[in-house]
């Protein structure tokens, strides 16, 4: 866990000082004689004993910012609360964790399958060329650079993999051309596998409408598309489905109770008056 501290210095301007990771287990468990279980009550515990532990004066606390777990969110046994029976003047606030929200909601893109499918082919190939120098070099060759993973925690780190996946695509296949003739028969049987799998259009569809989405910002399963059109289906089946998961997600997390915390900032003194 992480610890960071946001307050005004001396000169009213807003600071963020990053105090130290909390290795939750060592805090506390001694020998692990036991299953070491990390309650949210355990958690709001030694938030507050490190806190006390820095000397810091926790009665000027007025905010409390985590993500939205039920571990740490829970009213009877969630951390926050039990931070909050120290920290009596500390509120429940969300809006340091904007970016994490983020990713939680493009990750939801997932729960469409030809987005799924489609990165999970991402994946493959891009652990393909990894796990051989030889594969690696073959694509460096072709490419002049090597493929980044999928970043699982960062929405930017994961929107740069998908989009230098896309600009790439066509070195890519042209790399897994070249070794799909080779005498090594795993990685020529492989390369060609990929090579079916990436050209496919759902893929291709995929990988543009998950890098638009990454890039700019629950679905419902429609299994009866009534069109003849390639281009309909493709945007009935795909775009418009992620377009309404990612959509009704980034609303719950992004009510409008989550932007009444932004209202603080009208007492800083040098916003007073402005």
């Known amino acids: 866990m992480s610890l960071i501290v946001r307050y005004l210095d001396e000169h009213c301007n807003i600071r963020e000082d990053f105090l130290g990771f909390l290795d939750c287990h060592q805090e506390n468990y001694d020998g692990f004689t036991h299953e070491p279980i990390l309650t949210g009550e355990i958690l709001g515990e030694t938030v507050v004993a490190k806190l006390n532990k820095l000397g810091l004066p926790l009665d000027t606390c007025v905010g409390i910012g985590t993500d939205t777990c039920s571990v740490m969110l829970s009213d009877q046994k969630g951390a926050v609360s039990q931070i909050q029976k120290t920290l009596k003047a500390a509120i429940k606030t969300f ?19 030809d987005i799924r499918n489609a990165v999970g082919t991402i994946k493959e190939s891009v652990a393909f060329f990894n796990a051989s120098s030889k594969r690696n070099s073959i694509l460096k060759f072709v490419n002049s650079e090597q493929l980044t993973s999928l970043c699982e925690t960062r929405w930017v780190g994961r929107h740069e993999s998908v989009l230098k996946f896309k600009l790439c695509f066509e070195n ?30 759902n893929f291709i569809i995929s990988l543009y409408t998950l890098s638009y989405f990454l890039m700019h910002g629950k679905g419902t399963y429609r299994p009866n598309i009534n069109t003849n059109k390639p281009l309909d289906y493709l945007k009935i089946s795909i775009f418009i489905p992620l377009l309404d998961d990612v959509i009704q997600d980034l609303q719950f997390r992004f009510n409008s109770d989550t932007f009444t915390t932004f209202e603080i900032n009208n007492l800083i003194p040098s916003y007073i008056g402005t």
């Open 95 to 113: 809006n340091f964790l904007y970016n994490h929200s983020l990713n939680l909601s493009i990750s939801r893109s997932s729960n469409i399958q």
């Open 172 to 201: 890519i296949i042209h790399a897994l051309e070249l070794i799909s003739h080779w005498k090594d028969n795993d990685s020529s049987t492989k390369a060609q596998l990929l090579i079916n799998s990436l050209l496919k259009t």
